[in-house]
């Protein structure tokens, strides 16, 4: 059977697992100079595929404009009206896009999630802790079913800076300049915010160095107190646009972040990033894109990882429990290796 010429990519949410697609498709492209690709997600998620030679973006409101099975059919009508692709990959896997890629039919290949072997890291007794295969591994591998086999090289896979800088409206000339992201969808994810606190306390003291705190505008608040009465810290949280914000992330000498989407978004411009971890662990298979395990701030406890995307609290310890005995001095230590 002849390889498919033109592959469409369904990935959704969330935001974090939809950039651990990019340094995937980015190989993906680079090793088949004759593919071409059509990637199907949100449209807030379009910056992430900006000038990617050979991919199209195809955004759109699934769960606005298309709503239950009558509109997953009228949307996959329009792809397939729209777009001429000859072959589906389902990096998703959720009702959504098992619907979707009904209705679209032809040759198909879904990603496997592992889900037994997660449920095995995570349950509270008889854990089997052990690396499991990661994110980009799991895209890669149904590709790979599809005729399109890549080996996933660090550097081939990482983003360059756009020329376009955005402006700060502050000199960061001479400094070194770190993100922080403190928040998280789940508590689980968290580490304490009086805690990160501390860090960015410790952090402005030193004089080589501009904080940028990260976040969604309804956290700016947080954030506008933590830099009241220091010149060296800025909010960029609600103030700029999401392609904006990827652009002043690529400029970053490093980035402090939970297991969320921030790691991955600086983990795509090659960025170090210092990561807190709590109630999952880096051996559920979402680590950032080429970042050094020695970075991973986090605990060797039993009750570790307590849940796959830090949605359950632990057992033992309760939603930030795993984390709290992770100190301040901790992560400025993690902070200091990276920027000696």
Known sequence: MAKPEHILILRFSALGDVAMTVPVIKLLLANYPNLQLTMVSVPFHEPLFRNIERLNFYGVEVKKDFKGVNGLLKLSKKIKKEIAFDAVADLHDVLRTK???????????????????????????????????????????????????????????????????????FDVKGKKLIGIAPFAKHAAKMYPLEKMQKVVNLLQQKPDTHILLFGGGNEAGVFENWKAGHSNINVIAGKYTFDEELNIISQLDLMVSMDSANMHLASLYGVPVVSVWGGT????????????????????????????????????????GCMQEITPEMIIEKIDMNLA
């Open 281 to 320: 662990h880096p051996y559920l298979g979402f680590y950032g894109w080429g970042q050094d395990i020695e970075n991973a701030v986090q605990l060797d406890i039993p009750c570790r990882p307590s849940s796959v995307f830090g949605n359950k609290a632990c057992s033992a310890h309760g939603e930030t």
């Open 99 to 169: 619907v979707i890629r009904k209705f679209l039919a032809g040759k198909t290949a879904v990603i496997n999630k592992g889900r037994k072997q997660k449920k095995e890291l995570t349950r509270k007794k008889n854990k089997k802790l052990r690396p499991l295969k990661t994110g980009f591994e799991r895209y890669a591998d149904v590709f790979a079913e599809l005729g399109f086999p890549i080996i996933l090289k660090k550097d081939e896979g990482i983003t360059k800076a756009s020329p376009l800088i955005t402006e700060l409206p």
